[in-house]
């Protein structure tokens, strides 16, 4: 990572990037990456496959300037468990439903409203199944990528990458009362 005297602050910074089930280390790594570069700290793995360790070498080499954030992130054993730690659960679907679901861009825009929770957990499934239809009946919001091509899912990774992009953009696109500059 490219030392810097600033970095921005955005209404989420305190929110939760929530990996149900990951498979890989890589995209454990990968993921606290992105989140890094979008400003978000916490992550938490619920039931992580023994490869998927934040401690994993794997992960660590994809973390790049973020290993931090593998260092603090949390490890529950059920969604349940992160619950009581925020206002609002956003979950990510590759699955198609007729109505209810918000674009990435869309459930910025539309949350980063000022009025809007900010404790929120954003939550990715599995790499190879998803989250399970009673996870995501938890959860007050889904979101789903649009895709050109008939693809059952994308990558972990660069799903998160581009969620996160969305709402951090929409964040700045607020203006001061929701991008601040602080001392890193």
């Not at 990510?92 to 900010?118: D, F, H, M, Y």
């Not at 990715?124 to 899912?153: D, H, Q, W, Y």
């Not at 969305?166 to 203006?175: D, N, S």
């Amino acid at each position: 990572m490219i030392p810097t005297s600033r970095r921005i602050s955005h209404a989420f910074s305190a929110s939760f990037v929530v990996l149900v089930r990951p498979l890989y280390p890589e995209n454990v790594g990968a993921v606290a990456r992105a989140m890094r570069v979008m400003g978000f700290e916490n992550l938490i793995l619920v039931a992580p496959h023994r490869l998927a360790e934040p401690t994993h070498e794997q992960a660590r080499k994809m973390a790049v300037g973020s290993v931090d954030i593998l260092e603090r992130a949390q490890i529950v054993d059920s969604l349940d468990r992160v619950s009581a730690q925020v206002d609002l659960r956003v979950a990510t679907s590759a699955r198609r439903r007729n109505s209810g679901i918000l674009s990435p861009r869309e459930l910025g825009i539309r949350l980063a409203q000022p009025a809007q929770a900010k404790r929120i957990a954003w939550i990715f499934g599995s790499e190879r199944t998803g989250l399970k239809k009673s996870e995501m009946e938890t959860c007050e919001v889904v979101c789903r990528i649009p895709m050109a091509g008939n693809e059952p899912s994308m990558n972990l990774s660069q799903a998160v990458m581009i969620v996160l992009y969305e709402v951090f953009t929409a964040c700045l696109a607020q203006g001061p009362d929701t991008e601040r500059a602080t001392k890193s």
